[in-house]
């Protein structure tokens, strides 16, 4: 299973971006999630979403900014980032959780339960 990250770049505050996880090797995943760690800090949760039913959940940090989604038919996952913030300067990277134990969705905070990471893009916020 690959997972390849895109859409990343340098974007002034305020401003948008959307990001693009493509999967290859495998068509179905329980949850697909976003991560994100920035310089000199731990690796941290920013959304997830169930793949059958397209149940979503957020980071606080990024609720009512950003939109997490998919399409069942191409295999990807995005994250539409809206209002941007200098804080959201980071490498975003996407996983994807097989299914053979069933979580809650608010579990996917924790990326231990994710079995399938992609290589991460970067996303600069300029002030």
């Known amino acids: 299973v690959q997972l390849q990250a895109s859409g990343g770049g340098l974007v002034q505050a305020g401003g948008s971006l959307r990001l693009s996880c493509a999967a290859s090797?495998?068509?179905?995943?329980?949850?697909m999630g976003w991560f994100r760690q920035a310089p000199g800090k731990e690796r941290e949760f920013v959304a997830a979403?169930?793949?059958?039913?397209?149940?979503?959940y957020y980071a606080d940090s990024v609720k009512g900014r950003f939109t997490i989604s998919r399409d069942n038919a191409k295999n990807t996952v995005y994250l539409e980032m809206n209002s941007l913030k200098a804080e959201d300067t980071a490498v975003y990277y996407c996983?994807?959780?097989?299914?053979?134990?069933?979580?809650?969705?608010?579990?996917?905070?924790?990326?231990?339960?994710?079995?399938?990471w992609g290589q991460g893009t970067l996303v600069t916020v300029s002030s």
């Open positions: 996983a994807a959780d097989s299914g053979r134990l069933y979580y809650s969705i608010s579990s996917y905070r924790n990326p231990q339960l994710f079995d399938y």
């Open positions: 090797g495998r068509t179905t995943f329980s949850v």
């Open positions: 979403i169930r793949w059958d039913g397209g149940r979503t």
